[in-house]
């Protein structure tokens, strides 16, 4: 044996290229590069280390695990290669002694999942303190497996204290980089909101250098504290089956959360905006980048309320993305001045605003003033409630384009019942636009073929413009005559 293969590192760099790449695979699926590596393991002395490293680097707690139990193993392949789904129906829980065999190499796992709740009982009988993974960095859990990984004696007042001289239990996150959360299909997956909240703030407050962070709701305690974590860069947080109001007013004691320092990217996907909103009101966030809101349900006042919360985070200088969904349709909405929240933004290059519960107020002075606050802007589109009329014309539209050379995406409403440009002074050229969405009522768009010229003159990388409905379709028409005439004359061209 070469005398570089006996350097663990060398080894450890030339084995990880057996890895493949990750892909979907059904449950209890060896994949090549796990046998691959169970063969390097067994090869030699010198190779088992490392490959046994590897092997158990990343781990799913499902029927691939589980295949290392002696009694286990013969129940989930008795029908060929692939275990049966139902396999595990009326199987006993692991034993002490099982999970042992289970979790032997548990100190060697860094990334860890647990998500087949159908598997959930059979985990049930081991001990709390039987679940150690000193060297996990990544989790990602369901809600009903947090009760294993929690001792029932662990009480709230210990958390709020939580050091190294408190049991292992309370400090084995301490060391996790990245944790997701996810909540069960069905809404009675787990006890209750309440006791999902309970667990998931409790592991959150337990991990001392997370990077990125992804689950349902937490309580204000876990806000409070992951505000003090100068790791943290990334926030993901609810989904719409746990969503409720905010869980409780704020305490006195925790009113504004310390600054997230380092948190770059924001995002909440939920029913309702009312916790979004409480914890915008109440937080800073200095590094912020990307902001996102998916909820079902955004009333105008709740998005004034949103809006005028971000704008005074502290992100003016930084903040790059916002996005803002709702998909709720009320036509008895009242319209929503948004734009003016926004306009400290000056570093913004990402603006998708999507709101179906109100009308954004929004007409050409409006947008030629958001553009000159937005110099770096690529992807524009704003989509509300006005399905019947824009305020917003050709003339608006084609005065902003040279306002944002940069501009890559642009989805808006236009008023389509006259063509306020003049075919023989055309615009200047826009050569970064690629994707134009332009809804309109549905009129037919009169001089559809002067203004089919003037898009191909002034905007070279639109193919087609996009809208809901056909009010294009006659512009469309002639921009494919004009670009087919012009590849055909360049062929020709070329020919000579």
């Given at each position: ?331 008895q909405t009242n319209s929503l001045s948004v ?77 389509t019942t006259t063509v306020d440009i003049d ?74």
């Amino acid at each position: 044996m070469h005398q570089a293969l006996l350097i663990p590192e060398v080894l450890l760099e030339i084995f990880s290229h057996v890895i493949e790449e990750p892909s979907v695979l059904p449950a209890g699926f060896i994949s090549l590069s796990q046998k691959s590596l169970a063969a390097l393991a067994t090869t030699c002395k010198t190779f088992y280390e490392p490959a046994m490293t590897l092997l158990w680097n990343e781990m799913d707690m499902s029927e691939s695990l589980l295949g290392c139990v002696t009694r286990l193993h013969p129940l989930m392949y008795r029908n060929g290669r692939l275990p049966v789904w139902n396999w595990a129906v009326g199987v006993r829980p692991l034993s002490v002694d099982e999970a042992h065999q289970l979790l032997r190499h548990s100190a060697r796992i860094r990334s860890l999942i647990m998500l087949a709740n159908r598997l959930l009982h059979l985990f049930s009988d081991i001990p709390v303190m039987l679940y150690d993974f000193p060297s996990l960095i990544s989790l990602t859990i369901s809600t009903r497996y947090l009760k294993f990984l929690l001792s029932n004696t662990l009480h709230r007042h210990h958390l709020a204290t939580a050091s190294e001289d408190l049991p292992p239990f309370v400090t084995r996150f301490a060391a996790l980089e990245r944790l997701s959360v996810i909540t069960p299909d069905t809404i009675d997956a787990f006890d209750s909101t309440a006791d999902a909240l309970s667990r998931i703030s409790d592991v959150v407050r337990l991990c001392k250098q997370l990077i990125t962070l992804s689950c349902p709701l937490f309580d204000w305690a876990a806000w409070r504290y992951i505000s003090n974590l100068s790791t943290l860069t990334r926030v993901d947080v609810g989904d719409t089956r746990t969503d409720a109001t905010p869980p409780s007013p704020l305490e006195r004691d925790i009113t504004n959360f310390s600054p997230f320092s380092n948190v770059t990217a924001l995002s909440f996907l939920l029913h309702g905006a009312a916790y979004a909103i409480t914890v915008m009101q109440h937080s800073q966030f200095p590094s912020l980048k990307e902001f996102k809101l998916d909820v079902s349900v955004l009333s105008s006042l709740e998005a004034e309320q949103l809006f005028r919360a971000l704008s005074k985070c502290k992100a003016c200088e930084t903040l790059e993305k916002i996005i803002v969904y709702s998909s709720h349709y009320d036509p008895q909405t009242n319209s929503l001045s948004v734009i003016p929240y926004l306009l400290c933004f000056t570093q913004l290059r990402t603006l998708n605003l999507a709101c179906y519960d109100f009308c954004i107020n929004l007409d050409d002075d409006i947008l030629l003033e958001a553009v000159s606050a937005w110099p770096h802007m690529r992807n524009l589109e704003i989509e509300d409630l006005r399905f019947d009329y824009s305020p917003i014309t050709f003339r608006g539209i084609f005065t902003m384009l040279s306002l944002c050379p940069q501009l890559d995406t642009l989805c808006i409403s236009i008023d389509t019942t006259t063509v306020d440009i003049d075919p023989d002074v055309e615009p200047a050229q826009h050569t970064s636009l690629r994707i134009l969405e332009l809804n309109s009522p549905g009129h037919q768009i009169p001089n559809a073929e002067a203004l089919a010229h003037v898009i191909f003159s002034c905007l070279p990388r639109i193919k087609w413009v996009q809208c809901k409905g056909r009010g294009w379709d006659e512009v469309n028409m002639h921009l494919k005559s004009l670009k087919d005439a012009a590849l055909h004359a360049t062929g020709a061209a070329s020919n000579t």
